[in-house]
């Protein structure tokens, strides 16, 4: 049987609720603060506000969808996982062997080396292939350890395969200063009737470093627009370097040039590649004439042969010297040393595993 107190439950008075307000209240439940209300009871008050709301249909068209833009909505989940990121993980969970081999004596190819271990340094912003992976340029695939080709070796490391993989073309934006520099390279070499593409064989941005990949032929045309122009100022060489890459078939010796702008405060790289069979490249002294003397070392120890440097020969190794020591097909150790009467073999031939 129901009686007056009943019929009066769900109102404010009759519940007890505490419809004071403002200065009325205690200092513990003043909604200025609300240091004092429970935890459960401000999680209830969050819901009940929530319901109070009118459903989405109901509100006007502008409004709606709005609630999921607030900050208290529920938290996205976390972005899943690449795809060849889990596959590597699951291949390795699962005992199948070397991530990306079919099985554990099957060894990794070249491919799947440059694309497991390889494609997780190159930037975002890089062209993407057919199959949505960022292009590699496989340069060399090397074998073993410590240049051990024999069946000497038993340390273990005869199966070892590395992969020497480059960053491939990037798409714009580059990001930074970047654009602006080809921008302007690229207006400066058309003024003078040189195509960009044609002097620039790719534009690569890895790990916040610009480079480009010059044509020889189209080398010192560059080179001028880089020091000259007023919005480029690239005034200072700071040198010429070697790099040999036996295996990368018709680009084997490449010439690196690292260029400061002192006026503005960039550095830049230019990358050119010649094969080993024509090792020719148009020398840069009459641009950044501080390249002399590096030109003359990339010769001795390279073969790169710079055509128009003023004076080209040997700057470390003897005149008569034969080969280039620091490129990679060149045979370890050296000549025979005497001490006191006594000779001393190349290091190469100091011991034997036989």
């Known amino acids: 049987m129901s009686g007056p107190a009943d019929d009066a439950r769900g109102t404010g008075d009759a519940a007890g609720e505490d419809t004071r307000t403002g200065s009325d209240l205690p200092d513990e439940l003043d909604p200025a603060t609300r240091t004092g209300v429970p935890e459960a009871q401000?999680?209830?008050?969050?819901?009940?506000?929530?319901?109070?709301?009118?459903?989405?249909?109901?509100?006007?068209?502008?409004?709606?969808?709005?609630?999921?833009?607030?900050?208290?909505?529920?938290?996205a989940?976390?972005?899943?996982?690449?795809?060849?990121?889990?596959?590597?993980?699951?291949?390795?969970?699962?005992g199948v062997g070397v991530v990306g081999t079919p099985s554990s004596d099957t060894p990794q190819t070249a491919t799947e080396a440059a694309h497991e271990g390889g494609a997780q340094n190159v930037p975002g912003r890089v062209l993407a292939g057919p199959d949505g992976r960022s292009p590699l340029d496989v340069v060399d695939v090397r074998r073993g350890m410590f240049g051990a080709a024999d069946t000497g070796d038993t340390s273990g490391y005869g199966g070892l395969v590395k992969t020497v993989a480059m960053p491939g073309p990037s798409e714009r934006p580059y990001g930074g200063w970047f654009d602006e520099v080809v921008d302007v390279l690229a207006e400066v070499l058309?003024?003078?009737?040189?195509?960009?593409?044609d002097a620039v064989e790719s534009v690569v941005v890895d790990r916040g470093e610009l480079t480009l990949h010059v044509r020889p032929q189209h080398l010192v045309a560059v080179c001028q627009a880089l020091r000259d122009d007023q919005d480029l100022r690239f005034e200072l060489g700071l040198g010429v370097s070697g790099v040999h890459f036996p295996n990368d078939a018709g680009r084997e010796l490449h010439a690196v040039y690292h260029l400061c702008s002192v006026t503005h405060g960039r550095r830049l790289r230019l990358d050119v590649a010649v094969p080993d069979a024509d090792p020719h490249i148009p020398s840069s002294t009459s641009v950044y004439p501080g390249h002399d003397w590096h030109e003359r070392e990339t010769f001795d120890f390279f073969g790169i042969v710079f055509d128009g440097h003023p004076g080209l020969a040997r700057i470390e190794m003897p005149?008569?010297?034969?080969?280039?020591?620091q490129r990679k097909d060149y045979p370890l150790g050296g000549i025979p040393v005497e001490y006191k009467g006594a000779q001393i073999p190349p290091p190469d031939q100091r011991r034997a595993y036989t």
């Open 190 to 197: 058309g003024e003078r009737g040189i195509a960009f593409g």
């Open 319 to 325: 005149d008569d010297w034969q080969g280039h020591p």
């Open 42 to 75: 401000a999680r209830m008050n969050a819901v009940g506000t929530d319901a109070e709301q009118p459903a989405d249909d109901d509100r006007p068209e502008e409004t709606r969808g709005d609630r999921r833009d607030e900050g208290t909505a529920t938290a």
């Open 77 to 94: 989940p976390p972005a899943a996982a690449p795809a060849e990121a889990t596959g590597a993980a699951a291949a390795a969970k699962g």
